[in-house]
């Protein structure tokens, strides 16, 4: 597939670019790839069009926009599975166009189109929210008074320098979204949603997350209860499925002089460059052009970086502790000056008798780490992680209310279609809606879920078992290496054997990782979650516990058993 999506990729390139009121797509759900530029491909029975009246991102009448893309081989034996889900997706509204690879006549690349009717059919059942009324605030006459002391500061501060991290938005224009309410999208008020223009309406993000959507539920085998473009893609019918970014994210020009080619190019600009890397985020921009999910990762993850400046500088605070105290250490000292003291051998046969100022090194390394600063440090970090999620919450909370993600859930979840295709023939009435929805028996449920609960019982068994694993290699290894021939290493066994240990440890946890998102995806598929918010949490749930014990393991071991 990846050989496949490179090749496309390679023909990727010369499109003109979009226009800057364009909106970008979104990454949605599960995509196998996707595209830097729209490309010049080889029209399928048809000549090449003129390259100056096209443009990449459209169809050949230069009008239809590439929604999606399906990459294909005409050699695949899974014809008739393409063709039925093909002819499933022309009865559902949306238009296609195929294009052949211009350097592997095999591979067929399917142009994807929503028009206007599909887009507004599918956003009203998927309850998409989109501005109707831009918002006006009032001020309260009692803080008038307030108000003119905050112009008289902000006139002060017009004289100070201008803060380096934040963005200039005078010259980025386009990184503070119109602040409008929003509502489900409905039809039969369409009259009260802001439209300009039909094409421009639903942008690039909603337009991919509705044709992925419409995907996700149309059947490739008639008469049964197979559907989804995930299953096509698995069985090899399908090499590839894709949305296009709206174009290069590189110009010749200044973005300050001749402004952004696209959003692509702009979050490029003033977000993922090196240069940046001291600017705040446009979590705006990143959410317009990723999507809610990626935005508010990105924004919990600029959060926590944020948070990370004042235990990073505890932490070093605490070193820096370490090495000052380092020759007042009492405990070094007397580990130092103990000439006198001989202690035993690690092995019985080839192993010398040791004194104890030989540990002189480790002791004052040991001191570095654990010192009396250190009591200090893990009481702020214990204080620092509750201050930490408190704040999140809060900040959560603002970018929900400005987002409109406030009761996200309850308004827009869905059935998974899996899970409509497995329980498709039981159905009950749905109490709130009134409509039959499928039904899962509560013994399947319970038996699911204790098959889930085993598995991750087992993976947890396999974790700690590693974990003694390499405890037992530690206690083996010790006397060996102290028997070694080599001069190099029989005097620095304990060395060796940790260095070795801690070795073996990071390509079990790196071999252990993959392995458990594979039977973490197995799992959760196994249990078949109703929505698509309980397949994440539930999968979620899994990494959490495989990682917190993958990870932890030898820490807690070293912290409770060692020694003891």
Not at 199 to 211: C, K, L
Request: charged content about 25%; proline content about 3%.
């Amino acid at each position: 597939v990846a050989k496949d999506v490179n090749i496309f990729f390679d023909e990727l390139e010369g499109v003109n670019s979009p226009s800057k009121d364009d909106d970008s797509l979104l990454h949605h759900g599960n995509l196998t790839s996707t595209s830097d530029d729209a490309s010049r491909l080889e029209v399928v029975g048809e000549e090449v069009p003129d390259k100056n009246k096209t443009n990449g991102l459209y169809f050949r009448d230069g009008k239809c926009r590439i929604d999606y893309i399906l990459v294909y081989r005409k050699s695949n034996p899974q014809t008739e599975k393409r063709e039925v889900f093909e002819r499933n997706i022309r009865a559902e509204g949306l238009q296609m166009e195929k294009e052949s690879s211009l350097t592997n006549s095999d591979i067929i690349f399917v142009k994807l189109h929503a028009p206007w009717e599909v887009l507004g059919k599918y956003a009203e059942l998927m309850n998409v929210r989109m501005p109707f009324r831009r918002k006006i605030y009032y001020l309260h006459r009692r803080y008038k008074f307030m108000n003119r002391i905050e112009k008289q500061i902000s006139r002060f501060r017009g004289w100070l320098p201008r803060k380096p991290m934040k963005l200039d938005k005078e010259t980025l224009p386009d990184l503070e979204e119109n602040d409008c309410y929003t509502a489900p999208f409905s039809q039969q008020r369409i009259h009260h949603f802001i439209i300009h223009n039909k094409d421009t309406f639903f942008n690039n993000a909603t337009r991919s997350r509705i044709v992925h959507h419409i995907l996700q539920r149309v059947k490739y085998e008639e008469g049964k209860n197979k559907i989804g473009l995930n299953r096509l893609l698995s069985n090899g019918s399908y090499e590839a499925a894709f949305p296009l970014h709206e174009g290069s994210y590189r110009s010749k020009n200044s973005i300050k002089t001749h402004g952004a080619e696209n959003h692509r190019h702009l979050l490029y600009e003033c977000w993922a460059s090196w240069g940046v890397w001291y600017k705040y985020q446009p979590l705006d921009l990143v959410r317009r052009y990723f999507g809610e999910k990626i935005g508010l990762y990105f924004a919990w993850l600029g959060w926590y970086t944020g948070m990370l400046f004042p235990a990073a500088f505890i932490g070093l605070f605490v070193f820096l502790y370490g090495v000052t105290t380092l020759n007042h250490c009492q405990v070094s000292k007397e580990v130092c000056q103990a000439t006198d003291i001989i202690m035993c051998p690690i092995c019985d046969k080839y192993c010398p008798f040791m004194r104890l100022s030989d540990s002189c090194v480790y002791a004052k390394v040991t001191h570095l780490f654990d010192n009396g600063a250190t009591v200090f440090f893990a009481v702020f970090m214990a204080v620092w992680a509750t201050v930490f999620l408190e704040f999140w919450k809060r900040r959560r909370a603002v970018i929900a209310y400005d987002w409109d993600l406030i009761d996200w859930e309850e308004e827009e979840e869905e059935i998974r279609p899996q899970f409509e295709a497995k329980y498709s023939k039981k159905e009950r009435m749905n109490p709130i809606s009134g409509k039959p929805e499928p039904y899962q028996a509560f013994a399947d449920k319970c038996s699911r879920l204790i098959v889930s609960a085993s598995g991750i019982f087992f993976m947890i068994c396999v974790v700690i078992a590693a974990v003694f694993g390499i405890v037992i290699y530690r206690v083996v290894t010790v006397s060996t290496f102290a028997a070694f021939k080599w001069a190099l290493i029989r005097n620095n066994s304990q060395v060796a054997t940790t260095g070795t240990a801690v070795c073996i440890n990071f390509c079990i946890i790196m071999l252990l990782n993959v392995l458990y998102e594979k039977v973490a995806l197995f799992l959760t598929n196994l249990e078949q979650p109703r929505t698509e918010s309980e397949w994440e949490n539930s999968f979620t749930l899994k990494m959490f516990l495989f990682q917190f014990v993958n990870l932890n393991s030898s820490t807690f071991y070293i912290a409770f058993f060692l020694g003891r």
